[in-house]
C-alpha cells in the first residue's frame, strides 16, 4: 500500500486512516513540505465548532476547507458537521492537488507533480524515496536512490509533461469517494469568481499563517476567505495548530450588516485575527 500504483488502485473501503497516513506520509511536495495531513488533529476544534455552531439555528449547506493537503481533517470537519445534523455539502480546496502516475521500463513507474516534481519511484512494486533520511547512508538507501534517479527521473519527467500515464487526486480515497464532497485547486491569494458568496462556513486550519506568506500575499488571501462567506450568519474559522494540539484559533460570524464579530478563540486566538476584523469591517 506505500507504492502509488497500489493505493490508487485499491477500493477507498479497503484503505484505512492508517494506511493513508503511512503513504501520504512518504510524498515531499517541491515546496518541502509532506502531503501529510495528522488524523485526529483537530478534533477539539471541530467540537468546539459544532458547539458554538448549534446556538444558532442556522442550517450549513456549503462548506469550504481551504488548504487541505491529503484532506485527513476535511472528512473528519465533514463527518464530524453529518452526524450534528446538517446537510452539508463540502467543497476543498488546494494550491496543489493533483499528479501524473507514469509508467517506465521495466515495471518501474513513478508519482510525478505538475511542475516537474517526482514525489515517488516505484520499483518491483517497492516505493523508493527521492528525499533522504539520515539513517539511508547506513542502510545503502542513499546508493539505490541514486541508481533509481540517474535512470528513471528524466523518463518519469518527460512522460508526466507529454501527459502520459494516469492523473490522480493526492487525496484521501476515503473523502474523494465521499459524496458530499469535491475537490478543487485553487490558490487561495487569487480571488476564484466561481467560489465568492458561495459558503456557510469557511474554514482556514493551518494556512494562514504569517510566516507562509508576505503581507500583501496574506491580505489578499484573508480577504478572498472573507469573500467566499455566503452573507449574514456564515462562519469563518481561522486556526494554526502548534505542536500537536496546541490550537490557536479565532471563530468569526459574519453580522447582518455584512461585518465580522468575534464569537470564540482558541488558545490566545488566531495570529490574523487583526487583520480578518480589518479586512472584514468589523
Ligand atoms: C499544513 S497543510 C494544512 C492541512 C490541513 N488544513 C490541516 O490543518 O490539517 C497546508 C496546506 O496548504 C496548502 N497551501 C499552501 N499555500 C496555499 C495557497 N496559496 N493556496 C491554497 N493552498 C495552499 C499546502 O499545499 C498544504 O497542503
New binding site residues.
Given amino acids: 500500500m506505500h507504492c502509488a500504483s497500489s493505493f490508487f488502485s485499491v477500493a477507498a473501503d479497503r484503505i484505512s486512516a492508517r494506511d493513508e497516513a503511512r503513504f501520504f506520509g512518504l510524498l515531499k511536495?517541491a515546496?518541502n513540505?509532506f502531503?501529510r495531513?495528522?488524523p485526529s488533529?483537530?478534533v477539539a476544534i471541530d467540537a468546539a465548532l459544532i458547539t458554538a455552531m448549534g446556538r444558532y439555528d442556522r442550517p450549513i449547506h456549503a462548506a469550504l476547507?481551504?488548504?487541505?493537503?491529503?484532506?485527513?481533517?476535511?472528512l473528519e470537519l465533514l463527518e464530524t458537521l453529518r452526524a450534528a445534523g446538517y446537510d452539508t455539502q463540502m467543497t476543498g480546496?488546494?494550491?496543489?492537488v493533483r499528479a501524473r502516475l507514469v509508467t517506465l521500463p521495466f515495471g518501474c513507474r513513478a508519482l510525478v507533480e505538475p511542475n516537474g516534481h517526482v514525489l515517488q519511484y516505484e520499483v518491483m512494486g517497492r516505493a523508493v524515496r527521492p528525499w533522504e533520511r539520515r539513517l539511508d547512508r547506513w542502510t545503502g538507501m542513499t546508493f539505490v536512490r541514486k541508481l533509481v534517479e540517474g535512470q528513471l527521473r528524466k523518463p518519469a519527467v518527460a512522460q508526466a509533461a507529454a501527459g502520459q500515464g494516469t492523473e490522480v487526486a493526492l487525496i484521501s480515497p476515503r473523502l474523494r469517494q465521499n459524496h458530499a464532497f469535491q475537490w478543487l485547486e485553487?490558490?487561495?491569494?487569487?480571488r476564484s469568481a466561481a467560489l465568492i458568496g458561495r459558503f456557510d462556513l469557511v474554514?482556514?486550519?493551518?494556512?494562514l499563517n504569517r510566516h507562509?506568506?508576505e503581507p500583501d500575499?496574506l491580505r489578499s488571501?484573508v480577504a478572498n476567505a472573507i469573500a467566499y462567506l455566503s452573507g449574514p450568519g456564515a462562519w469563518l474559522l481561522v486556526?494554526?495548530?502548534h505542536g500537536a494540539a496546541d490550537h490557536r484559533g479565532t471563530l468569526f460570524r459574519m453580522r447582518e450588516d455584512g461585518t465580522l464579530a468575534i464569537i470564540e478563540r482558541y488558545g490566545s486566538g488566531s495570529e490574523v485575527e487583526d487583520l480578518v476584523m480589518e479586512l472584514g469591517g468589523g
Fill in positions: 511536495t515546496n513540505t502531503k495531513t495528522e488533529r483537530l476547507d481551504l488548504g487541505i493537503s491529503s484532506g485527513v481533517t476535511t480546496t488546494d494550491r496543489s485553487d490558490d487561495i491569494t487569487r474554514r482556514a486550519a493551518n494556512l507562509y506568506f500575499v488571501a486556526v494554526r495548530t
